[in-house]
């Protein structure tokens, strides 16, 4: 189903003014609304556990695609677009936005460009933001996904630790069968589907919960772990929203299940479905 009303509303461009306009008159008790939405990388650059395997973005067609999408998301007007990269200034702002936005999204394939640059360039923002949080000097392993894979092998529980991993993978199989058929914003419908993200979490991050005994408890720790990346995630978004703000999050869609958990229970906040938009921008042809 194709929500052509929401189309319709795509602004072309919104000027900075109208963005402090909406600052200036939102109540101080206006809820942040945040709309977290979860892509899957789109330059695979073979990071992740299990990867989907993606089409070139910068071919005509899916350049196509992105701008569809991009067009159907202005309809929203979000006031601030959060990407999943490291913040590298005191106020979170992404230097590389101010100093060539345009040309990484004309020639660099990663999600924060095509769909984050991409679309606060059309909206006219001043600025994107990094709120990742990762593991370094001074901070712990935030997927010690490797010290679970120790534990199963000294405990005979291989098997299960591969039945986990297959699972996913087989999830993320399917999905990236039909990548090459399906308009970007059809995909991206279902890297945003809850009972999938439920599903994937359940069975991987939960499942993980039975590699431990009485003396350790590497899978218990790699649920804390991730949960506290992505609390830290989250915590970023208050500093950088203000009240009556709309929040664009793009991030791998392995983090959606704890960060729509925080804006749908977290005060202050409002959590927006991304669904209806994708569905706007998606233009049938995997059903043709």
């Known amino acids: 189903m194709r929500f052509a009303s929401l189309g319709a509303l795509a602004l072309a461009v919104t000027p900075v003014a109208v963005l402090a306009d909406h600052h200036a008159e939102a109540p101080a008790d206006a809820p942040v609304e945040v709309m977290v939405l979860g892509v899957y990388h ?4 073979g990071l992740d556990m299990v990867n989907v395997e993606v089409d070139d973005v910068l071919t005509p067609q899916r350049q196509s695609d992105l701008q569809a999408i991009t067009d159907s998301l202005a309809g929203w007007a979000p006031t601030r677009v959060l990407l999943e990269a490291q913040p590298d200034t005191e106020d979170l702002h992404l230097e590389s936005y101010r100093t060539g ?23 006219g923002h001043e600025d994107v933001y990094g709120f990742d949080e990762r593991g370094g000097e001074g901070e712990p392993d935030y997927f010690p996904v490797q010290a679970v894979q120790a534990w199963a092998e000294a ?3 291989m098997p299960k630790f591969g039945a986990l991993v297959g699972r996913v993978e087989s999830i993320v199989a399917e999905i990236s ?28 991050y939960y499942g993980m919960m039975q590699f431990g005994d009485a003396d350790e408890q590497p899978g218990a720790e790699l649920n804390a772990y991730w949960y506290m ?5 989250f915590a970023k978004v208050g500093l950088i929203a203000e009240p009556g703000d709309r929040v664009l999050i793009i991030v791998g869609s392995g983090h959606k299940y704890w ?10 906040y409002t959590s927006v ?3 209806p938009w994708l569905e706007a921008a998606d233009d049938g042809r995997c059903n043709s």
């Open 273 to 275: 479905d991304p669904r």
């Open 42 to 45: 789109f330059d695979n650059p």
């Open 101 to 123: 936005a345009a040309q990484r999204v004309a020639e660099d394939r990663n999600e924060h460009f095509q769909l984050g640059y991409r679309l606060a360039l059309q909206m």
């Open 155 to 157: 405990n005979g529980a």
């Open 259 to 268: 960060l729509d958990h925080f804006a749908s229970e977290a005060e202050g």
């Open 177 to 204: 069968a039909d990548d090459a058929e399906c308009s970007i914003a059809r995909n991206l419908v279902q890297h945003n589907d809850p009972g999938l993200a439920r599903e994937t979490h359940g069975a991987f």
């Open 229 to 233: 990346r992505n609390a830290k995630m």
